[in-house]
């Protein structure tokens, strides 16, 4: 079975959730979603080779790994989001990403942005990665709340501006914006 869905979202809070998100407030980005499998799995094997075979996680690394702690990556999410910041765009708050569980054994441990446009720096859109005061204790007890309030140039590890073409694959308990 062949499944397509499409939202448009055209304002999201500055906490990446439409609901959040009230006329006038600071706008995080322009969002659209959309679900589809072939999509995900011709990108699937564009990156295939590049992945290793198996990952081992511990209580130590940044992704939930419950139950197992040794996972094989098998493909991508076909839940995409085409994330668009522009003048008016504030970014996000620093976050983590949460697996996605599909009920059958499989959930995804990783994130992965692909940059469709090279950086600017009117447009934003850089990926920052933010010093995080819960990364020696394990992900099961770590406070996992998306952060109130922007980050700042402080709490910046490393800043991946973007190259049209170019991707990013982490950890989804990496704390970023």
């Known amino acids: 079975v062949c499944r ?5 979202t055209s304002c999201v809070g500055i906490n990446g959730y439409e609901k959040d998100y009230v006329k006038g407030d600071k706008i995080g980005s322009h969002r659209l979603s959309f679900y ?17 075979s198996f990952y081992y996680f511990s209580d130590k690394d940044s992704t939930d790994f419950y139950p197992n702690n040794v996972y094989r990556p098998i493909g991508i999410n076909p839940l995409m989001r085409v994330i668009k910041y ?11 990403d949460a697996p996605y569980d599909f009920k059958d054994g499989r959930k995804t ?13 009117n447009d934003g859109g850089t990926t920052r ?38 991707a990013v694959i982490f950890n989804h308990r990496i704390l970023h914006d």
């Open 86 to 96: 522009s003048g008016n765009s504030n970014g996000l708050v620093g976050h983590y």
């Open 129 to 166: 990665f933010l010093k995080d005061k819960y990364d020696k204790i394990p992900v099961n007890k770590r406070d996992l709340s998306d952060k109130k309030t922007l980050g700042n140039s402080e709490n910046v590890l490393y800043e991946l501006r973007p190259i049209s073409g170019n």
């Open 4 to 8: 397509h869905y499409l939202w448009l």
């Open 36 to 52: 589809d499998e072939h999509f995900s799995e011709y990108l699937w094997k564009k990156i295939q080779s590049g992945m290793e």
């Open 109 to 121: 441990l990783m994130s992965m942005v692909i940059y469709l446009t090279d950086h600017t720096y």
